[in-house]
């Protein structure tokens, strides 16, 4: 409490301290750590990936044109001195290779305005053009209404291969442009002219001598252009090659695990199915140098010196599939099976330490039959949606969560005091069930050759990670082999 006099009555009164100044009084004993977490580092913020994304294109409106007139001492009446407005800008996407992805893409996108022209002939200024990086390969599709002409009908190397009309919404879709290469432009909006001022009309006029003025010759004329208006279109661009590789396989599976035991890609981990609602990508590098046989670690952790690396491969984890996906559209449906029909290389991964555990060594039949009945739908939705991923050369079979089987690391691979013969025995009668039931399915060849599709590992514990990183790295380069 504080004590103050009046000055004219001699009165004391007690002035009550506010409940602030109390709090700053001790606030040198209070801890405020709890209500102020400690921020992320900016390298560890997670990044939306996008794949695709519908935006709305609006180049840019020209300038108006001015209408002035040139007012000097010894002639009041020059003439017109109205310049003319500035060009809008275009809106270009431009295919750059070290872009991976559409998030940085705005689905509003708007070009500058030009420049209004002013007195003394002063043109306005042109606005620059808007360029917007895509990653290569990014295919562009325009909607317009079946009633309005198309803004893209300028474009001479424009091709029309898909047509789907929208009863519903009276539209249609086009595939306009697929930029392949890296540089390579498409012109998705042009922005509108710049109007003429008073100065060009009054010339113009005059030369064409369309204007008949009695009362005098050169009378100067009283009217502008406005600018043109820009174009607006509305595009959906869609990522033409998602990854090299991509993680198939029902919710819960240990697709996102097994992410981050490979690259350096941390997409979220828990024990509830539909973890993982949009793909997220991995990169997995190997050394220029890099020794297939040898014991080194291909986390990119331990390294974080990608300079010297000269080989790459793209890994995509995707949301899980769920029975009538390609029918019924449940689950992610269509938004996720378009993502796998992406891929180079699909790689089923299957649950196999869930279904050791709830069957045991005793019921491997049971486990058997659940094996072929994964496959068998995971085969299902992914050929009808798409028959051309039924490719047998291009599948990997991988029983993922061997922690729950084992209790110890086991790699065949390598020296292992854990490698028991029992250990060897069981691990390969759980390898011979797994082949069995993706042959039944007819995901992969029943050949002698065909074994080696099928693995066994423990993203977790880093059991066969290493072994599986080379098998996944002689695929993708047996298959652009392939292609050249």
């Given at each position: 409490?504080?004590?103050?006099?009046?000055?004219?009555?001699?009165?004391?009164?007690?002035?009550?301290?506010?409940?602030?100044?109390?709090?700053?009084?001790?606030?040198?004993?209070?801890?405020?750590?709890?209500?102020?977490?400690?921020?992320?580092?900016?390298?560890?913020?997670?990044?939306?990936?996008?794949?695709?994304?519908?935006?709305?294109?609006?180049?840019?409106?020209?300038?108006?044109?001015?209408?002035?007139?040139?007012?000097?001492?010894?002639?009041?009446?020059?003439?017109?001195?109205?310049?003319?407005?500035?060009?809008?800008?275009?809106?270009?996407?431009?295919?750059?290779?070290?872009?991976?992805?559409?998030?940085?893409?705005?689905?509003?996108i708007q070009g500058d305005d030009g420049?209004?022209?002013?007195?003394?002939?002063?043109?306005?200024?042109?606005?620059?053009?808007?360029?917007?990086?895509?990653?290569?390969?990014?295919q562009i599709f325009s909607i317009h209404?079946?009633?309005?002409?198309?803004?893209?009908?300028?474009?001479?190397?424009?091709?029309?291969?898909?047509?789907?009309?929208?009863?519903?919404?009276?539209?249609?879709?086009?595939?306009?442009?697929?930029?392949?290469?890296?540089?390579?432009?498409?012109?998705?909006?042009?922005?509108?002219?710049?109007?003429?001022?008073?100065?060009?009309?009054?010339?113009?006029?005059?030369?064409?001598?369309?204007?008949?003025?009695?009362?005098?010759?050169?009378?100067?004329?009283?009217?502008?252009?406005?600018?043109?208006?820009?174009?607006?279109?509305?595009?959906?661009?869609?990522?033409?090659?998602?990854?090299?590789?991509?993680?198939?396989?029902?919710?819960?599976?240990?697709?996102?695990?097994?992410?981050?035991?490979?690259?350096?890609?941390?997409?979220?981990?828990?024990?509830?199915?539909?973890?993982?609602?949009?793909?997220?990508?991995?990169?997995?590098?190997?050394?220029?140098?890099?020794?297939?046989?040898?014991?080194?670690?291909?986390?990119?952790?331990?390294?974080?010196?990608?300079?010297?690396?000269?080989?790459?491969?793209?890994?995509?984890?995707?949301?899980?599939?769920?029975?009538?996906?390609?029918?019924?559209?449940?689950?992610?449906?269509?938004?996720?099976?378009?993502?796998?029909?992406?891929?180079?290389?699909?790689?089923?991964?299957?649950?196999?330490?869930?279904?050791?555990?709830?069957?045991?060594?005793?019921?491997?039949?049971?486990?058997?039959?659940?094996?072929?009945?994964?496959?068998?739908?995971?085969?299902?939705?992914?050929?009808?949606?798409?028959?051309?991923?039924?490719?047998?050369?291009?599948?990997?079979?991988?029983?993922?969560?061997?922690?729950?089987?084992?209790?110890?690391?086991?790699?065949?691979?390598?020296?292992?005091?854990?490698?028991?013969?029992?250990?060897?025995?069981?691990?390969?009668?759980?390898?011979?069930?797994?082949?069995?039931?993706?042959?039944?399915?007819?995901?992969?060849?029943?050949?002698?050759?065909?074994?080696?599709?099928?693995?066994?590992?423990?993203?977790?514990?880093?059991?066969?990670?290493?072994?599986?990183?080379?098998?996944?790295?002689?695929?993708?380069?047996?298959?652009?082999?392939?292609?050249?």
């Open positions: 409490m504080e004590l103050c006099t009046t000055m004219t009555t001699g009165l004391l009164f007690r002035r009550r301290q506010l409940v602030s100044q109390i709090f700053t009084r001790f606030s040198h004993s209070i801890s405020l750590g709890s209500t102020n977490p400690k921020k992320r580092a900016p390298g560890h913020t997670l990044q939306p990936y996008a794949c695709s994304k519908r935006v709305v294109v609006k180049a840019g409106n020209g300038g108006n044109g001015c209408i002035a007139f040139r007012r000097t001492f010894c002639n009041p009446h020059s003439g017109p001195s109205g310049g003319d407005g500035g060009n809008g800008a275009h809106v270009i996407f431009k295919a750059d290779k070290n872009v991976s992805d559409l998030s940085n893409i705005p689905t509003i420049v209004n022209g002013s007195i003394d002939d002063c043109h306005g200024a042109n606005a620059d053009h808007l360029y917007l990086q895509v990653p290569i390969g990014t209404k079946n009633s309005v002409e198309s803004p893209n009908q300028m474009s001479n190397d424009t091709t029309t291969t898909t047509n789907n009309n929208n009863n519903n919404n009276n539209q249609s879709i086009n595939l306009v442009k697929t930029l392949n290469a890296d540089g390579d432009i498409f012109l998705a909006a042009r922005g509108g002219a710049g109007g003429k001022g008073n100065t060009f009309m009054t010339h113009a006029t005059l030369a064409t001598n369309s204007l008949k003025l009695p009362s005098r010759k050169n009378a100067p004329l009283r009217v502008a252009e406005y600018g043109g208006k820009g174009q607006l279109c509305e595009f959906i661009l869609r990522m033409s090659k998602l990854a090299d590789l991509g993680f198939v396989g029902c919710p819960n599976a240990g697709k996102s695990t097994l992410l981050r035991s490979l690259t350096r890609a941390r997409p979220k981990v828990a024990p509830y199915p539909f973890t993982t609602l949009r793909p997220h990508i991995g990169m997995l590098h190997f050394p220029e140098d890099y020794n297939l046989t040898s014991t080194d670690s291909v986390d990119n952790d331990h390294n974080p010196d990608i300079s010297s690396r000269t080989h790459s491969i793209a890994i995509a984890d995707l949301p899980g599939l769920v029975h009538g996906a390609a029918e019924y559209n449940k689950g992610l449906g269509i938004e996720f099976l378009s993502l796998i029909a992406d891929c180079s290389i699909l790689v089923y991964v299957i649950d196999y330490g869930t279904l050791w555990c709830n069957y045991g060594v005793n019921q491997l039949d049971e486990i058997e039959n659940e094996l072929t009945d994964q496959l068998s739908m995971l085969y299902y939705e992914v050929t009808t949606y798409d028959r051309n991923l039924s490719n047998q050369d291009k599948c990997i079979i991988l029983g993922s969560k061997l922690d729950l089987i084992f209790p110890n690391k086991i790699d065949l691979n390598e020296s292992n005091v854990n490698n028991t013969e029992e250990n060897v025995q069981l691990f390969k009668k759980l390898h011979h069930i797994l082949y069995k039931a993706a042959c039944s399915v007819t995901i992969i060849k029943d050949t002698p050759e065909s074994i080696d599709q099928v693995m066994l590992v423990s993203a977790k514990r880093g059991d066969n990670i290493l072994h599986l990183a080379c098998k996944l790295w002689n695929c993708v380069q047996n298959l652009k082999d392939k292609k050249n």
